[in-house]
């Protein structure tokens, strides 16, 4: 394992997520159909509050429920560093897949799978075993007093070594020195690599199963509280996780077999569809089974849900025609039973973007972490 302290006066500028490039490079060539756009008020969709038409606009930060936002959108000012506010340490380390007996060793993937012509809801993937380093990049609020349990938000999809995130970085300072969350811990967690089924993201993300929250609890989160000499809360409501497109089914997925362990969930794009392999009986729909049969059937469970889904969001992108491979839709269904069943949520349709949310993103991601932090003490204004 490795160390590296990433000096702040080095790192002034947001992430390539939340910032503009003035000379963005030509788009790679995708001979995969475009997704088509999907309209708010189609068959199957909840009954949304329109907000659309006014750009930065969204909904109240206190609301629950559906709203429609776009199709221009403004990048929030929480990304800006602030004179005057206190800024807090990013810093980063790594983990080796050997160091760890849950998800090690890794796999990976060729080529992509077939259909199981016995099983069409899932794929045969040829696979083999790998190595793998993951980067962890920490961010410690100013305001972290040594020796208290800080809350935190793990996130997933986490950058690499030498590319720490500091748009979030920069909007959890100013979101902290505004009393709008509090003082907690950031911890970006990247993948193990690749994508979906027969790759390690794949395993680690679309598992429907406690096993990714139970690699973090013991693997990642000591060496952060070692590395930093940081005290984590174990308080279920002090703990959030977030992610996009399979690092948001991930987040769910943490959560919902472990609310022991997480309560607060934030997702954009998130893959609530057939993703998961390989297959199992229990959930054989994968994350399509939260709306189809795991949130209607169970008693609720004590978390607190931010979704987030783009009109041209992905539609059927592999060869697997099951039905369950709609993003939009999966989304609208989740909304529609996470109402029915009284669960605290807040969903956007965010209009004229696609998958992983463009610009919608730099504007909501601020408004979704106080959404998210409702209810848990603040830090007490000085």
């Given at each position: 394992m490795t160390k590296r302290t990433i000096?702040?006066?080095?790192?002034?500028?947001?992430?390539?997520?939340?910032?503009a490039d003035a000379n963005p490079p030509a788009p790679k060539k995708d001979d995969r159909p475009?997704?088509?756009?999907?309209?708010?008020?189609?068959?199957?969709s909840p009954p949304f509050t329109r907000l659309d038409g006014k750009p930065g606009v969204n909904p109240p930060a206190d609301a629950d429920g559906d709203f429609v936002i776009g199709p221009e959108y403004q990048q929030a000012p929480e990304f800006k560093v602030v004179a005057g506010v206190p800024q807090g340490k990013v810093q980063q380390f790594t983990i080796s897949s050997k160091d760890g007996t849950l998800f090690n060793p890794g796999i990976a993937r060729d080529v992509f799978g077939t259909v199981d012509p016995s099983n069409p809801k899932t794929l045969i993937v040829q696979t083999h075993q790998i190595d793998y380093t993951r980067t962890i990049t920490v961010y410690i609020p100013a305001q972290y007093v040594a020796g208290t349990a800080a809350p935190f938000i793990?996130?997933?999809?986490?950058?690499?070594?030498?590319?720490?995130?500091?748009g979030l970085a920069h909007a959890l300072d100013n979101l902290?020195?505004?009393?709008?969350?509090?003082?907690?811990?950031?911890?970006?967690?990247?993948?193990?690599?690749?994508?979906?089924?027969?790759?390690?993201?794949?395993?680690?993300?679309?598992?429907?199963?406690?096993?990714?929250?139970e690699y973090i609890e013991t693997t990642v989160?000591?060496?952060?509280?070692?590395n930093y000499d940081l005290k984590l809360t174990k308080d279920p409501e002090g703990r959030a996780t977030m992610g996009t497109s399979s690092g948001g089914s991930a987040a769910l997925i943490m959560a919902w077999y472990h609310p022991d362990l997480y309560h607060r969930v934030l997702t954009f794009s998130g893959t609530f569809v057939n993703q998961q392999w390989p297959f199992n009986p229990e959930t054989p729909d994968g994350a399509w089974d939260f709306h189809a049969k795991l949130i209607p059937e169970s008693e609720p469970k004590p978390i607190r849900l931010f979704m987030a889904v783009g009109d041209h969001d992905l539609l059927n992108p592999n060869v697997m025609r099951d039905g369950m491979h709609d993003w939009v839709a999966a989304n609208n269904r989740m909304a529609m039973v996470?109402?029915?069943?009284?669960?605290?949520?807040?969903?956007?349709?965010c209009l004229n973007v696609g998958h992983g949310l463009g610009p919608a993103r730099g504007q909501i991601l601020p408004h979704a972490l106080e959404w998210l932090w409702k209810g848990y003490p603040l830090t007490p204004a000085p």
């Open positions: 000096l702040m006066g080095m790192l002034a500028l947001s992430s390539a997520a939340f910032s475009q997704p088509p756009t999907r309209s708010f008020d189609a068959p199957g793990v996130t997933h999809d986490g950058p690499q070594m030498g590319h720490p995130d500091m902290i020195a505004q009393h709008r969350v509090p003082a907690m811990v950031a911890i970006m967690i990247s993948n193990g690599g690749g994508d979906a089924q027969g790759h390690e993201r794949g395993r680690e993300y679309d598992t429907m199963s406690g096993l990714y929250a989160l000591p060496k952060v509280e070692k996470l109402k029915a069943k009284g669960y605290h949520y807040q969903y956007l349709f």
